[in-house]
């Protein structure tokens, strides 16, 4: 009961943070709450939001994947390979969610039949695709796919600023809120994360259950390469670069524990428009691109730094009532 008033409270503390930035960027600009702005700010987040939602599921069970951006880059270069050599689109696009499914599934064995840790893998595998993606394309872009298709990207809802990658990440969330939140998989999640020998003697599958989870890592990964291709209307070998700290730096953020067994969707959500909000204030007073990096960085460490000072709070708030407790 306390991990979930705790967890809601930094989800409000998040979601206020949300509106502070909103507001800091009014201050900065006038043009920052205007709807054209703020269509261009959500549609910026696409990626990063979609690759989110799987982070927070991995990490949940105490896992991480880095080779998430490197898979959207891999899967970018293949998209454009497969369309230059006249591979027709509805095919084109099942192979490159095939090829990220293999990428993820690749990270999965080595972790749960080799017994690897998930971090070093990963580490291996984000130089892995990335060098792959350079293989398919090399310095190339390819830019001439079709307007049907790169509509998808960069368009809106007709009749409205929504733009249709973040339509596509809302019914994405929901699914994956339901999934984690009211369903019996999803509660083995926080069991394997909390204490996976616990959850072994309990009779759950850990390494199968991880493995799906790898898989749909690098599912959705493919995925936001094909919103990334269609929204630039390019497949370039270096498409992604650097989002995998944003993604993880999102999912952090949100209370999620990077030790396992503890966290939300709604808290990652949340999280990676406060990151993406912020950034796009700083961007509007044109602020510098290594500036950006630096923020980010900032909140990756503050994400693991303030939680953990607060749990030392709670912990030191709760030896000292014992103590007043105790007789003489």
């Not at 809601?8 to 201050?27: F, K, Q, Y």
């Not at 920052?32 to 979609?50: D, G, I, P, Y």
């Not at 939300?264 to 691109?289: E, M, R």
């Amino acid at each position: 009961m306390k991990q979930l008033r705790a967890s809601l409270g930094w989800e409000a503390t998040i979601l206020g943070l949300v509106v502070l930035a909103l507001l800091g960027g009014a201050l900065l600009s006038p043009d920052f709450l205007t709807a054209s702005n703020l269509s261009f700010l959500v549609a910026n987040l696409a990626e990063v939001a979609l690759m989110a939602l799987t982070m927070t599921l991995l990490v949940i069970v105490a896992e991480i994947d880095l080779s998430v951006a490197s898979i959207l880059g891999m899967c970018s270069s293949l998209l454009g390979l497969l369309w230059a050599s006249h591979v027709p689109m509805p095919l084109a696009l099942l192979l490159v969610l095939g090829a990220g499914a293999l990428a993820g599934g690749l990270n999965g064995l080595l972790v749960t039949r080799l017994g690897l840790p998930s971090l070093a893998v990963t580490i291996g595998t984000l130089a892995l695709y990335r060098g792959l993606a350079y293989a398919m394309l090399g310095d190339r872009a390819i830019a001439d796919f079709p307007q049907t298709y790169t509509n998808l990207g960069f368009g809106n809802i007709p009749g409205t600023q929504i733009p249709l990658p973040i339509a596509l990440f809302v019914v994405l969330a929901l699914i994956t809120a339901v999934v984690l939140h009211a369903t019996a998989f999803g509660r083995s999640l926080y069991a394997i994360g909390a204490n996976e020998v616990a959850a072994r003697f309990a009779g759950l599958r850990v390494e199968r259950v991880k493995l799906i989870l790898f898989v749909l890592s690098g599912l959705m990964s493919a995925l936001a390469g094909i919103v990334f291709t269609f929204r630039f209307s390019s497949a370039r070998a270096d498409n992604g670069a650097g989002l995998e700290l944003s993604v993880i730096a999102a999912v952090l953020l949100g209370g999620v524990s990077i030790f396992g067994g503890r966290g939300s969707v709604v808290g990652a959500v949340a999280a990676v428009f406060l990151i993406g909000v912020i950034n796009g204030a700083l961007t509007i007073v044109d602020v510098s691109n290594e500036i950006l990096t630096i923020v980010t960085g900032l909140l990756l460490i503050g994400s693991v730094l303030v939680p953990n000072l607060l749990a030392r709070v709670r912990a030191a708030r709760e030896r000292r009532a014992l103590l007043r407790r105790e007789p003489g």
